[in-house]
């Protein structure tokens, strides 16, 4: 029989359970033993959903206090010495600390490990810092103790760990270059203690995640592991070595031929690598494909995704596994519990549970395509993808036709920048070190109050607006007196930088539990493209025009741009990402040119997705960044020379992209530099980007707050890299998970260095 499994299932709980243990834990408001009791709730309950859907053998290890990649540097004992504890014995707190940075006092303490993006997704982990003298073992029991929980409740485990040499690439060399793979033969006997604890919990198989296999690796990775997997097949166990967002291409002999007893690949992402694989796979191997998306909400076409896996069982036989492409992690937890869904919509859609139950019925299918079960669920399938492909809710021929219009023209400014700027500097008359922040501000329990009541009917819509209009005032009275230059309004009114402006739009669905994790405790629920988008009015014109009359200083408007909207949305499935984000571009165009209108001065478009919707494989490269930087210069490019154009970046890696950077010509960009003490500054400087730049002095995703004089020595750092009358300052990313009491301190500080370096440059 084919095996039903699953490569990992969302740990954040139905109802966000273990973000709101987390953060109770963190208030000090839960002790360890209750976060804890959170934690094993459930675990329990994943395993029992997953089971109840049909999954025969499930995952185990793919639960995580903040992130995974954490959990494993822990486990392999590789704590910077800032967190290291006095008896070397990790904790909560250890692991806490390094997610969150440690503050001793109101500006001391130690600063958080870097984030990034975990390959193409918006899921973030913490990236493993390693030195030449690293040393590792096993620190952290996490593994083995849930194995045990699920051997005890009576369930069939398959435990997950990240293979060595994605863990390695995953990491980062500190104090001093030296070569990562230096490390692998260090690193290797733990996998072999791992497994062979494992064995002794009574465990058969373990999944070894080698997603970089997917990627262009250089030759000395790919030699790397042949060497680490002839050693790691003496270790006990069935090994099954899972690769998963993109296809294996040139790595797909490598793959194939390592010495393990199962490969998992990703049909969703690369249906192309199919047929290669099975003549290159070895008669003995297990195949495990990846045909139901694990990254979108779509139902899978059941019956396009049996006609694969019939044709591989007969080449296979018992030895044809079937999975989701990759973790569930990326998806919500159940759709059952939309109950303000339209039917018909609804019926399109499958969340984790869901497609634990699609896997599932596929596997029975292979065996049994005649079993009444089978049947059903096959016609159910064929009825979904006739009404998606008829419904005339998904296409709009009046935006096809916008789009077919577009001309190259649209995607151009008046002027090129160095013109721009002096007309814009003329108007603001901003300082040297302008400051400013990112755009939103702390979202304050009476904000989400009001918003809930306004939502349940229990507050008016004038009383709604009233209420956000006082906490707009607020914010602004705070930016003044702190003595920010440039100001925004705070988007006291805005649930989610994606969810505010896709309410606004023709062509999204939004669900009230679909909700995934953005990283530790951060959750998004993504809204859903299910057609053609418009914008029918005006979304933000009227909050900014309120707040820019509350202040003689210039006031931002706040926007989201198109390929940020899109990469975290769950898009359609029948058009391309290129269209779909074209179509987001006139929409967001359209409010560019209705703020000017209204008098703003400066619009901020956020790009925080930019570097995310980058293909792994560098010959998809630049067929994405040709579209992605041109619909944004779409949405950009109907305002005069006047009106300055910023945009946002998160936690990316930019040495790659920077010349498509550069392309987009926002006159102003902000970016996370703080974590990586302004290192993401040397692709702009070695590159010599043209236009203005702020490189975020402190990192708001702490609770720390960094002082006057170490935000100074940052600027410095860019000054050193960054002509000064190109530097802004400001901090990483928005402000709204914080609170208040923490964001005023930080703010004074920032305002304070940056007036300490023009009277040095005075």
Known sequence: ?????????????????????????????????????????LRETHWALQKQAGIELLPAGDFAWYDQVLTHSLMFGVIPDRFRPADGKATLQTLFGMARGVSDSCCGGAHAQEMTKWFDTNYHYLVPEFSADQQFHLGWDQLFEEVQEARELGHNVKPVVIGPLTYLWLGKAKGGDFDKLDLLDRLLPLYGQIFQRLAELGVEWVQIDEPI????????????????????????????????????????????????????????RAPDQYPTILDRLPAYKVLSL??????????????????????????????????????LLHSPVDVGREDKLDAELKGWLAFAVQKCAEVAVLARAVDAPEAPTVLAALAESRAVQAALAASPRIHKPA?????????????????????????????????????????????????RLARQSYKAGKLSEAEYVEAMHSEIKHAVEVQENLGLDVLVHGEAERNDMVEYFAEQLDGYAFTRFGWVQSYGSRCVKPAVIFGDLSRPKAMTVEWIRYAQGLTGKVMKGMLTGPVTMLMWSFPREDVSREVQARQLALAIRDEVVDLETAGIKIVQIDEAAFREGLPLRQAQWQHYLDWATEVFRLCASGVRDETQIHTHMCYSEFNDVIESIAAMDADVITIETSRSDMELLDAFEA????????????????????????????????????????????????????????????????????????????
């Not at 139901?292 to 044809?320: F, I, S, Y």
């Not at 789009?403 to 700027?421: H, L, N, P």
């Open 1 to 41: 029989m084919a095996v039903a499994h699953s490569l990992g299932f969302p740990r954040i709980g139905r109802d966000r359970e273990l973000k709101k243990a987390q953060e109770a834990f963190w208030k000090g408001e839960l002790d360890e033993a209750g976060l804890r009791a959170v934690g094993r709730d």
């Open 399 to 447: 935006v096809q036709a916008r789009v077919a219009a577009i001309t190259a023209r649209d995607s151009q400014r008046q002027s090129v920048f160095a013109q721009r700027i002096e007309k814009q500097r003329a108007g603001l008359n901003l300082p040297l070190f302008p400051t400013t922040t990112i755009g939103s501000f702390p979202q304050t329990a009476s904000i």
């Open 213 to 268: 296999l997917v990627l262009d690796l250089p030759q000395d990775w790919k030699n790397a592991f042949e060497r680490a997997y002839n050693q790691i097949q003496r270790d006990p166990l069935k090994k099954l070595v899972a690769t998963y967002f993109g296809g294996l291409e040139e790595n797909l002999g490598l793959a194939a031929n390592l010495p393990v007893d199962g490969l998992h690949i990703d049909l969703v």
């Open 290 to 327: 990846g045909v139901v998306n694990g990254r979108n909400v779509w139902r899978c076409d059941l019956e396009k995704a049996l006609a694969t896996l019939q044709h591989a069982h007969e080449k296979l036989g018992d030895r044809l596994w079937v999975a989701p492409s990759c973790s």
């Open 687 to 762: 590159f010599a980007y043209p236009n203005d730049i702020g490189p975020g002095v402190y990192d708001i995703h702490s609770p720390r707050v960094p002082d006057a004089s170490e935000m100074a020595n940052l600027l410095r750092k860019a000054a050193k890299r960054i002509p000064a009358e190109r530097l802004w300052v400001n901090p990483d990313c928005g402000l709204k998970t914080r609170g208040w009491p923490e964001t005023e301190a930080a703010l004074v500080h920032m305002v304070t260095a940056a007036r300490q370096l023009r009277a040095e440059l005075a």
